[in-house]
């Protein structure tokens, strides 16, 4: 294949990921926690762009001229909301089925089990480097470093 096509499927492919991602390895709780957390985040980010506008942008006009057969024109005027308006409340409808689905599956216990799960490896893991420095947690020195780090870690 020639150099300039190759490039242009590169081009291409790079394309394609910034515009719908790679795939990620995740669990579905964990994924649903997440949807909820952007929605909130989109939620809130609207409701500001709402707040700076003024009143009077939340609902428009718009008129629209229908020519009948004969030649003869109609005017009919109506009011729309706002687009960020409509956003908002998409958002919202979108957030009361996400947060819906996670009641359904049990996401708050799932994710309780896996914090469980890693804090468990993580005791694990520390008591494991103590050990191997010939230390012990029940030393109270060590337990002042450990701590110290998970705090710096927590950050």
């Known amino acids: 294949m020639r150099n300039h096509v190759v490039h242009a499927k590169k081009l291409a492919a790079e394309q394609a990921v910034k515009l ?35 009143t009077a942008a939340l609902v428009q006009g718009v008129t629209k001229t229908i020519i009948n057969p004969d030649g003869s024109r109609v005017v009919i005027s109506e009011a729309v909301e706002s687009i960020w308006l409509k956003l908002l409340k998409d958002e919202r409808r979108h957030l009361v089925q996400v947060a819906k689905a996670t009641c359904d599956v049990g996401v708050a216990n799932r994710i ?9 490896r993580l005791a694990t893991i520390i008591e494991s480097i103590v050990g191997g420095l010939g230390r012990s947690m029940d030393e109270p020195a060590v337990r002042e470093v450990v701590r110290l780090g998970l705090s710096q870690a927590a950050s």
């Open 112 to 120: 309780a089990d896996i914090t469980e799960t890693q804090a468990a």
């Open 20 to 54: 719908y991602g790679l795939p990620v390895d995740i669990d579905a709780a964990v994924a649903l926690q997440d949807e909820v957390n952007r929605t909130v985040g989109a939620i809130t980010w609207l409701t500001l762009e709402l707040q700076a506008l003024d």
